[in-house]
Antibody, heavy 123, light 106 residues
Framework: QVQLVQSGAEVTEPGASVKLSCKASGYTFNTYYMHWVRQAPGQGLEWMGIINPGGDSTTYAQRFQGRLTMTRDTSTSTVYMELSGLRSEDTAVYYC????????????????WGQGTTVTVSS | SYELAQPPSVSVSPGQTVSITCSGN??????AYWYQQKPGQSPVLLIY???KRPSGIPERFSGSNSGNTATLTISGTQAMDEADYYC?????????FGTGTKVTVL
């Protein structure tokens, strides 16, 4: 079945970096965009960024510019999200989610989500 | 930056209809998407491109979008619909989620 399986929980210190993975299976990996979305404890969803199927184009939310890097490895059907300069406010559950975008750039919504990875930033 | 506002909470009796609004500047000129999230679970896509339901989403969920407001309507609300609901739209190639609405089924 179609699924996105994310890496395990991380506990890290302020100023450090974290790199999360999201492994896709059950569908043609290089036909879908991938998003990263996070949710701080008790808070709403926050869109972080998107990477295209080829992995050569990314768009990040303004607030993460300079700290966020998304990459993808077609050989392993895995997408990575690295966030640097961590602070306590980055403590959250991080989700990957796929989306199909057609040739006319119509977006079909994030229809499959990973299970989430908890990142805790604490000294 | 673009913002989408939702009411923090709404309540509904089982079997009744509830509407959740999502307000943003000229939102009607963009596509709206709706997601449902239950406690401890990943979000689920309910509505895409304003009005379309992915396969497997019950017909009681419907969407509309006009002017500055997108609306998610749940008809014949069931206890299982108790959850948080988020709208999403795209502005300048970036995604923006609404503030979220908690739906309580009394």
């Amino acid at each position: 079945q179609v699924q996105l399986v994310q890496s395990g929980a991380e506990v890290t210190e302020p100023g450090a970096s974290v790199k999360l993975s999201c492994k896709a299976s059950g569908y043609t990996f290089n036909t879908y965009y991938m998003h990263w979305v996070r949710q701080a404890p008790g808070q709403g969803l926050e869109w972080m960024g998107i990477i295209n199927p080829g992995g050569d184009s990314t768009t990040y939310a303004q607030r993460f510019q300079g700290r966020l890097t998304m990459t993808r490895d077609t050989s392993t059907s895995t997408v990575y999200m690295e966030l640097s300069g961590l602070r306590s406010e980055d403590t959250a559950v991080y989700y990957c989610a796929r989306e199909y975008v057609d040739t006319l750039t119509y977006q079909f919504g994030m229809d499959v989500w990973g299970q989430g990875t908890t990142v805790t930033v604490s000294s | 930056s673009y913002e989408l506002a939702q009411p923090p909470s709404v309540s509904v009796s089982p079997g009744q209809t509830v509407s959740i609004t999502c307000s943003g500047n000229n939102l009607g000129n963009k596509y709206a998407y709706w997601y449902q999230q239950k406690p401890g679970q990943s979000p689920v896509l309910l509505i895409y491109q304003d009005t379309k339901r992915p396969s497997g989403i019950p017909e009681r969920f419907s969407g509309s979008n006009s002017g500055n407001t997108a609306t998610l309507t749940i008809s014949g609300t069931q206890a299982m619909d108790e959850a948080d609901y988020y709208c999403l739209a795209w502005d300048s190639n970036t995604g923006v989620f609404g503030t979220g609405t908690k739906v309580t089924v009394l």
